[in-house]
């Protein structure tokens, strides 16, 4: 034996797998299948949710309700400035002592010209804290008569009144922040019941916020009616927050109305990815299921290959999965028909030699027939083992995890033990490891792998010439490892290339022994091969004038 590291190339023509022979049809219990989309319920529920949860928080606008009553409280303080500084130039007596008061006639008159223009309620307490002047009552001589502003009247259509008490009843539901105080007003009012006055009059502007017993916002401001500095009153004005209310309820109805928009688009959109996704995934599903209780094979999964996305690869993935399902079908079909078949021939000698031996008593025939009876035996034996073997590789290859094999290592190894143990005239077994400064190393499971190189050594052996030469060579091409076999046998009969790996072929060296070989070997090891991803195939070697003069089997395994 000799090992060789060499750089020239091997030549061999590559073969493309045969396609699958049509399935066989299979049936089960019906499935029910839903009739509405989950899918698209969910797709609607959380779109619409996506959308909600912000337009929530938008309808809020604590932040803008809260700018906008800061930005009353200081127009009517402004406002409240000026009315005090026209009462201390006009509402302003002054005692024989020289002392300062206000004139409560005179201011009555002075607020109520005033406050026409800006529609609030003005109250002036003097010094003492006692209320001298009312916007909201008039005195004459039949007494005091209270002032008070109706709503405008309601125009409303019945769809805009079941919307607006909609509207109340979802803005009840918002938060409001920090509760305020109720407004309570006494039939004698004093400076005490309102602490922003108390305020005033001790010289400082004051503002306060309360709601009213129905709920709606009431503002007021304080401030001191002067007179060269010296406090003479308190002016209080108060108003109510309708137009604030009014404001950002149209910031709310204009929000809203954005949202109806947003919610039919996001409708029309989520059905439409719900249409692209949940009834192409229906379909699929739906044809999965006609598929596994179908009487034959004329349902088809849908090809949504074209577009390109996830449907689409699962569209191929089921297809796919689908023709393997068949083809590993017809494949077991198949093999139970041959394993039938083969095992019928052995049985059909067997038989006939039991029964023959029953009849014979001469001990000479007997002793043959005895001696075919064990061999037809032995036969069944070696013929069950090699059907459990290949009935067992795909199931362990895919149980099995596949780890780095150095295949020149393994090629040294087996033609070390075939020269340890071969006999005198064995065929002489060269290696040849191409490009051996870098391993060549594949992910496989190394048992089932020495198998197959195994197989395929005993067979070059079988049709080798006494003291014949055999070549184990290994090279790398990109991400493959190529392992072949050669061998100086008479080469593989025409148009047999193939069907040497069929099961049960045998094609045996003559003068071997009928029953020897049960033809699984290289049927199995083309299935340990393709289980790892690989490829075989067998060509004869010529010489230039195209006489055959021995056979090579190849193998092409993904580099690790």
């Known amino acids: 034996m000799t090992v060789a590291a060499e750089r020239h190339e091997l030549a061999g023509p590559t073969r493309e797998e045969s396609a699958a022979a049509p399935p066989a049809a299979r049936t089960g219990p019906a499935v029910p299948r839903r009739r509405r989309s989950s899918l698209t319920r969910r797709i609607l529920t959380l779109n619409l949710l996506a959308l909600a949860i912000p337009v929530a928080g938008l309808l809020y606008l604590g932040e803008y309700r809260n700018s906008l009553v800061q930005q009353q409280l200081e127009?009517?303080?402004?406002?409240?400035?000026?009315?005090?500084?026209?009462?201390?130039?006009?509402?302003?007596?002054?005692?024989?002592?020289?002392?300062?008061?206000?004139l409560p006639e005179t201011t009555r008159s002075t607020i109520r010209r005033?406050?026409?223009?800006?529609?609030?309620?003005?109250?002036?307490?003097?010094?003492?804290?006692?209320?001298?002047?009312?916007?909201?009552?008039?005195?004459?001589?039949?007494?005091q008569v209270e002032i008070e502003m109706l709503p405008p009247p309601e125009n409303d259509s019945?769809?805009?009144s079941l919307v607006r008490r909609l509207y109340d009843g979802v803005v009840a539901l918002i938060?409001?922040?920090?509760?305020?105080?109720?407004?309570?007003?006494?039939?004698?009012?004093?400076?005490?019941?309102?602490?922003?006055?108390?305020?005033?009059?001790?010289?400082?502007?004051?503002?306060?916020?309360?709601?009213?017993r129905a709920g709606n916002l009431l503002l007021s401001v304080a401030?001191?009616?002067?007179?060269?500095?010296?406090?003479?009153?308190?002016?209080?004005?108060?108003?109510?927050?309708?137009?604030?209310?009014?404001?950002?309820?149209?910031?709310?109805?204009?929000?809203?109305?954005?949202?109806?928009?947003?919610?039919?688009?996001?409708?029309?959109?989520?059905?439409?990815?719900a249409g692209t996704i949940a009834r192409p995934v229906y379909r699929l599903a739906d044809a999965a299921d006609r598929v596994r209780r179908g009487q034959g094979r004329q349902t088809e999964i849908p090809d949504f290959t074209r577009r390109g996305d996830e449907i689409g690869d699962l569209s191929g993935a089921l297809r796919e999965m689908t023709q393997a399902l068949w083809t590993r079908m017809d494949a077991i079909e198949r093999f139970a028909a041959d394993v039938a078949h083969e095992i019928k021939n052995p049985l059909s000698s067997l038989r006939s030699a039991v029964e023959t031996a029953a009849r014979v008593e001469d001990p000479e025939r007997q002793r043959k027939l005895m001696a075919v009876i064990l061999d037809d035996v032995q036969r069944l034996d070696r013929l069950i083992s090699d059907i459990s073997d290949?009935?067992?590789?795909?199931?362990?290859?895919?149980?099995?995890?596949?780890?780095?094999?150095?295949?020149?290592?393994?090629?040294?190894?087996?033609?070390?033990?075939?020269?340890?143990?071969?006999?005198?005239d064995a065929p002489r077994m060269t290696v040849h490891v191409l490009g051996a400064t870098r391993p060549l190393v594949v992910n496989a499971n190394e048992g089932r792998l020495v198998q197959v190189l195994r197989n395929l050594?005993?067979?070059?052996?079988?049709?080798?010439?006494?003291?014949?030469?055999?070549?184990?060579?290994?090279?790398?091409?990109?991400?493959?490892?190529?392992?072949?076999?050669?061998?100086?046998?008479?080469?593989?009969?025409?148009?047999k290339l193939e069907a040497i790996f069929d099961r049960f072929y045998s094609e045996r060296p003559a003068g071997e022994k009928f029953g020897t070989h049960s033809g699984l070997g290289l049927s199995i090891s083309r299935q340990i091969v393709e289980a790892h991803g690989g490829r075989i195939y067998a060509e004869n070697l010529t010489d230039a004038d195209g006489a055959v003069h021995g056979a090579r089997i190849t193998i092409l395994l993904p580099a690790a």
């Open 75 to 102: 127009l009517m303080s402004t406002e409240a400035e000026l009315f005090s500084g026209a009462l201390a130039a006009s509402g302003v007596v002054t005692g024989p002592a020289g002392d300062e008061r206000l």
């Open 114 to 143: 005033l406050v026409d223009v800006s529609k609030t309620r003005a109250r002036l307490f003097d010094q003492d804290g006692a209320l001298i002047a009312d916007s909201s009552r008039l005195v004459g001589p039949g007494g």
């Open 158 to 160: 019945l769809v805009m």
């Open 175 to 212: 938060p409001r922040g920090k509760p305020l105080p109720v407004y309570q007003e006494r039939p004698q009012q004093r400076a005490a019941d309102y602490p922003e006055v108390l305020q005033a009059l001790d010289g400082e502007p004051a503002s306060a916020l309360r709601v009213d």
């Open 223 to 273: 401030v001191p009616v002067q007179r060269y500095r010296q406090v003479l009153g308190a002016l209080m004005l108060s108003a109510g927050g309708e137009s604030i209310d009014a404001a950002v309820r149209d910031v709310r109805l204009n929000i809203l109305k954005v949202f109806g928009i947003a919610v039919a688009i996001t409708v029309l959109l989520s059905l439409y990815l």
């Open 390 to 424: 290949a009935s067992r590789v795909d199931s362990e290859m895919s149980r099995n995890e596949k780890e780095p094999v150095d295949v020149g290592r393994m090629l040294t190894a087996l033609a070390e033990m075939h020269e340890a143990t071969a006999k005198p």
């Open 457 to 495: 050594l005993a067979n070059a052996v079988s049709f080798s010439p006494p003291g014949g030469a055999i070549t184990l060579a290994a090279r790398r091409e990109g991400r493959r490892i190529r392992i072949s076999v050669s061998d100086q046998g008479p080469g593989i009969p025409p148009g």
